[in-house]
Protein backbone atom coordinates (compact mmCIF):
# COMPACT_ATOMS: atom_id res chain seq x y z
CA UNK A 1 0.00 0.00 0.00
CA UNK A 2 1.94 3.26 -0.88
CA UNK A 3 2.07 6.01 1.88
CA UNK A 4 0.86 9.95 1.26
CA UNK A 5 3.65 12.19 0.29
CA UNK A 6 1.89 15.27 1.76
CA UNK A 7 4.02 17.58 -0.71
CA UNK A 8 6.57 17.54 0.89
CA UNK A 9 10.28 16.07 0.76
CA UNK A 10 10.90 13.19 2.56
CA UNK A 11 12.99 14.45 5.28
CA UNK A 12 10.51 16.62 5.88
CA UNK A 13 7.81 13.92 5.56
CA UNK A 14 9.03 11.47 7.64
CA UNK A 15 9.89 14.34 10.86
CA UNK A 16 6.35 15.37 10.27
CA UNK A 17 5.51 11.87 11.01
CA UNK A 18 7.80 11.41 13.87
CA UNK A 19 6.49 14.86 15.29
CA UNK A 20 2.71 13.89 15.37
CA UNK A 21 3.39 9.65 16.50
CA UNK A 22 5.04 11.36 19.09
CA UNK A 23 2.78 13.46 19.66
CA UNK A 24 -0.13 11.31 20.10
CA UNK A 25 1.70 8.49 22.13
CA UNK A 26 2.39 11.30 24.63
CA UNK A 27 -0.96 13.27 24.87
CA UNK A 28 -3.45 10.17 23.78
CA UNK A 29 -5.62 12.35 21.46
CA UNK A 30 -4.38 15.24 19.13
CA UNK A 31 -6.56 17.33 15.92
CA UNK A 32 -4.95 17.05 12.74
CA UNK A 33 -6.02 17.24 9.28
CA UNK A 34 -7.76 14.42 7.68
CA UNK A 35 -4.80 12.51 5.60
CA UNK A 36 -2.23 12.99 8.49
CA UNK A 37 -4.90 11.57 10.51
CA UNK A 38 -5.26 8.48 8.60
CA UNK A 39 -1.35 7.61 7.96
CA UNK A 40 -0.85 8.75 11.69
CA UNK A 41 -3.19 5.45 12.11
CA UNK A 42 -1.14 3.45 10.31
CA UNK A 43 2.75 4.46 12.21
CA UNK A 44 1.15 4.25 15.60
CA UNK A 45 -0.69 1.07 15.43
CA UNK A 46 2.71 -0.25 14.66
CA UNK A 47 4.56 1.65 17.36
CA UNK A 48 1.95 0.03 20.11
CA UNK A 49 2.86 -3.40 18.44
CA UNK A 50 6.59 -2.56 18.79
CA UNK A 51 5.54 -2.05 22.77
CA UNK A 52 3.09 -5.01 23.03
CA UNK A 53 6.54 -7.19 21.93
CA UNK A 54 8.60 -5.65 24.96
CA UNK A 55 12.03 -6.95 23.52
CA UNK A 56 14.76 -4.86 23.90
CA UNK A 57 15.17 -4.57 19.92
CA UNK A 58 11.36 -3.54 19.60
CA UNK A 59 12.32 -0.99 22.09
CA UNK A 60 15.50 0.14 20.02
CA UNK A 61 13.21 -0.05 16.88
CA UNK A 62 10.79 2.36 18.52
CA UNK A 63 13.51 4.71 20.16
CA UNK A 64 14.80 4.85 16.41
CA UNK A 65 11.49 6.68 15.26
CA UNK A 66 9.88 8.55 18.60
CA UNK A 67 12.21 11.01 19.77
CA UNK A 68 11.27 11.55 23.60
CA UNK A 69 12.60 8.83 24.95
CA UNK A 70 10.50 9.39 28.06
CA UNK A 71 7.10 9.01 25.73
CA UNK A 72 9.24 5.39 24.76
CA UNK A 73 8.73 4.87 28.24
CA UNK A 74 5.80 5.61 28.44
CA UNK A 75 4.16 3.69 25.63
CA UNK A 76 5.94 0.10 26.75
CA UNK A 77 5.18 0.51 30.28
CA UNK A 78 1.53 2.08 30.13
CA UNK A 79 0.07 1.74 26.65
CA UNK A 80 1.20 -1.33 25.35
CA UNK A 81 0.10 -3.62 28.56
CA UNK A 82 -3.76 -1.97 28.28
CA UNK A 83 -3.82 -3.47 24.76
CA UNK A 84 -2.03 -6.54 25.59
CA UNK A 85 -5.05 -8.39 24.16
CA UNK A 86 -6.28 -6.26 21.57
CA UNK A 87 -5.34 -7.32 17.91
CA UNK A 88 -4.80 -4.19 16.19
CA UNK A 89 -6.72 -1.42 15.95
CA UNK A 90 -5.38 0.41 18.86
CA UNK A 91 -6.37 4.40 17.38
CA UNK A 92 -9.76 6.37 16.12
CA UNK A 93 -10.12 8.41 13.87
CA UNK A 94 -12.93 10.84 14.07
CA UNK A 95 -13.96 13.56 12.06
CA UNK A 96 -14.18 16.89 13.34
CA UNK A 97 -15.80 19.06 10.63
CA UNK A 98 -13.82 21.56 8.47
CA UNK A 99 -10.51 24.19 9.48
CA UNK A 100 -11.94 28.08 9.69
CA UNK A 101 -9.59 29.29 6.73
CA UNK A 102 -8.77 26.97 4.39
CA UNK A 103 -11.71 24.16 5.18
CA UNK A 104 -9.44 21.41 5.60
CA UNK A 105 -11.06 18.49 6.94
CA UNK A 106 -10.38 17.56 10.69
CA UNK A 107 -10.07 14.52 12.68
CA UNK A 108 -9.42 13.93 15.94
CA UNK A 109 -6.89 10.67 16.53
CA UNK A 110 -7.26 9.47 20.08
CA UNK A 111 -6.02 5.64 21.70
CA UNK A 112 -8.97 3.69 21.98
Given at each position: ???????????????????????????????TTEPK???????????????????????????????????VTHLF????????????????????????????????????
Amino acid sequence: MPYRKFSRPTNHRRALLRNITTSLLKHGKIVTTEPKAKELRRIADKMITLGKQGDLHARRQALAFIQEESVVTHLFKEIAPKYATRQGGYTRVLKAGFRRGDAAPMCIVELV
